[in-house]
């Protein structure tokens, strides 16, 4: 089965702590996506990655940074967490573009709260 | 990518269809209409896709205009698992750009 986890269901940070979200695929796909989600906004993109070491802003990276030194693994990193971080952060991936339809798979989500 | 319209919210008598529109009267030749759906607590999971014909799985049927300008979602028995926020999305391949979706309540 298709499995895309995430390190942690619920973290409690302080403001100001650095925190690192992890993502780990075992479907060998080259795709990897990180989302936040709040009410009323829905999800929104972050961060992607189509390759090991590649990344590209998605719609609001201000504020985090990201790493895939590995194909299976993408992290999110929050240099110093604020409380407008507080929220859900869903991991996806997805197969290599170009290859017919790609369907994206969700990890469970983070719930980070920035006290 | 396209923007889409759907409903906020609508309700559904268990074990009855329900159809889930969906506008998008700015997609373009190369995009597909994908349908996903978020369960309570849970990331989105895939339902369905297509390009220009219907489609049909075993989650449900996607009906789309001749026009490509709207696409229905068809769940043909509503069951209480059924119960999610349905997000429709038009774009290539990836990444997905999602909106708020149709909030999908089904009543016993």
């Known amino acids: 089965d298709v499995k895309v986890t995430q390190s942690s269901r619920y973290l409690v940070k302080r403001t100001g702590e650095k925190v690192f979200l992890e993502c780990v695929q075992d479907?060998?796909?080259?795709?990897m996506f990180w989302y936040r989600q709040d009410p009323g906004l829905g999800l929104r993109l972050i961060y992607f990655?189509?390759?090991?070491?590649?990344?590209e802003k998605g719609d609001i990276p201000e504020g985090y940074s990201v790493s895939r030194e590995k194909k299976e693994r993408f992290s999110l990193i929050l240099e110093s967490a604020s409380t407008n971080q507080t929220s859900m952060y869903l991991c996806?991936?997805?197969?290599?573009?170009?290859?017919?339809?790609?369907?994206?798979?969700f990890g469970p989500g983070t719930r980070l709260t920035v006290l | 990518d396209a923007k889409t319209t759907q409903p906020n919210s609508m309700e559904s008598n268990e074990e009855e269809p329900v159809h889930l529109p969906c506008n998008h009267s700015?997609?373009?030749?190369?995009?597909?209409i994908h349908w996903y759906r978020q369960l309570p607590s849970q990331g989105p999971e895939y339902v369905i896709h297509?390009?220009?014909s219907n489609v049909n799985n075993r989650m449900a049927s996607l009906a789309i205009a001749e026009d490509r300008k709207s696409s229905t979602l068809i769940l043909h028995r509503a069951t209480l698992r059924d119960a999610a926020v349905y997000y429709c999305?038009?774009?290539?391949?990836?990444?997905?750009?999602f909106g708020k979706g149709t909030r999908l309540s089904v009543i016993a």
């Open positions: 996806a991936s997805s197969l290599e573009a170009g290859v017919g339809y790609n369907e994206q798979f």
């Open positions: 479907m060998d796909h080259e795709n």
């Open positions: 990655s189509y390759d090991v070491k590649m990344k």
């Open positions: 700015t997609i373009s030749g190369t995009d597909y």
């Open positions: 297509g390009l220009t």
């Open positions: 999305i038009v774009s290539g391949n990836t990444p997905l750009v």
